[in-house]
T-cell receptor, first 111, second 113 residues
Framework: QKEVEQNSGPLSVPEGAIASLNCTYS??????FFWYRQYSGKSPELIMF????GDKEDGRFTAQLNKASQYVSLLIRDSQPSDSATYLC???????????FGRGTSLIVHP | SQTIHQWPATLVQPVGSPLSLECTVE??????LYWYRQAAGRGLQLLFY??????ISSEVPQNLSASRPQDRQFILSSKKLLLSDSGFYLC????????????FGPGTRLTVT
C-alpha cells in the first residue's frame, strides 16, 4: 500500500512568517513529487513539483526533497492571509498512472 | 493553453435517482483522465482513470461507472444514487507516461438527499 503522510494541522503562522509543510512517502519507486493548494470549497491547484534531491524555488515557495529520508517539504516565505488553504502533497505512481495523495495540511495565516 | 471543464457545478439529487457528471478537456490530445471524490474534510479518493478512448480502470468497487466516449470527454454515471455518494467530485487530466502532474477541473458538489 503506497502512502503519503501529512500532518492534518491546522498549522497556524503569523503574517510574514515562514510556513513549513511536510510530508513523508512510503514508495521508494516514486521519483516526482507535487504540492497542490486547495482553498475551501475549490479544487486543488498545482503549485510546485520537484524531481531531484535538494531545493527548488519559485517565488515565495521552496520545495525540498530528500529521497534518502523519503521526505518532502514546502516552505512558504513571507506568508500572507491569502495563503490560508489546505496543502496536498502527492507522489508519482512509481511507474503507474496513479499518483498517491496525502490527506492535506490545513494552513492558517493570521494577520 | 489547456482548460478543463466540469458540469454541473452543484447538484442535489434524491436517493435512488440516476447521475451523470461530465468532464471535458481543451487544448491537449490523448490526456490521461481521472475521477476523484472528496468527502467533507477527507482526502482525495480515486474512483476511475482512463488512458484512452474506451479504456476505463476502476479503483473502488461501488455503484458508480465511468465512460470515455471521446478523447477529451470523461463521464461519471450512476443508475441509483446512495446517500454515501454525496461529496465533491473532481475530474483531472495528466499527460503521457512520464509526467505525473495533474490538473483539476472546478468540481461538482453533489448532495444526495
Amino acid at each position: 500500500q503506497k502512502e503519503v503522510e501529512q500532518n492534518s494541522g491546522p498549522l497556524s503562522v503569523p503574517e510574514g512568517a515562514i510556513a513549513s509543510l511536510n510530508c513523508t512517502y512510503s514508495d521508494r519507486g516514486s521519483q516526482s513529487f507535487f504540492w497542490y493548494r486547495q482553498y475551501s470549497g475549490k479544487s486543488p491547484e498545482l503549485i510546485m513539483f520537484i524531481y531531484s534531491n535538494g531545493d527548488k524555488e519559485d517565488g515565495r515557495f521552496t520545495a525540498q526533497l530528500n529521497k534518502a529520508s523519503q521526505y518532502v517539504s514546502l516552505l512558504i516565505r513571507d506568508s500572507q492571509p491569502s495563503d490560508s488553504a489546505t496543502y496536498l502533497c502527492a507522489a508519482d505512481g512509481g511507474g503507474s498512472y496513479i499518483p498517491t495523495f496525502g490527506r492535506g495540511t490545513s494552513l492558517i495565516v493570521h494577520p | 493553453s489547456q482548460t478543463i471543464h466540469q458540469w454541473p457545478a452543484t447538484l442535489v439529487q434524491p436517493v435512488g435517482s440516476p447521475l451523470s457528471l461530465e468532464c471535458t478537456v481543451e487544448g491537449t490530445s490523448n490526456p490521461n483522465l481521472y475521477w476523484y471524490r472528496q468527502a467533507a474534510g477527507r482526502g482525495l479518493q480515486l474512483l476511475f482513470y482512463s488512458v484512452g478512448i474506451g479504456q476505463i480502470s476502476s479503483e473502488v468497487p461501488q455503484n458508480l461507472s465511468a465512460s470515455r466516449p471521446q478523447d477529451r470527454q470523461f463521464i461519471l454515471s450512476s443508475k441509483k444514487l446512495l446517500l454515501s455518494d454525496s461529496g465533491f467530485y473532481l475530474c483531472a487530466w495528466g499527460q503521457g507516461t512520464t509526467s505525473y502532474e495533474q490538473y483539476f477541473g472546478p468540481g461538482t458538489r453533489l448532495t444526495v438527499t
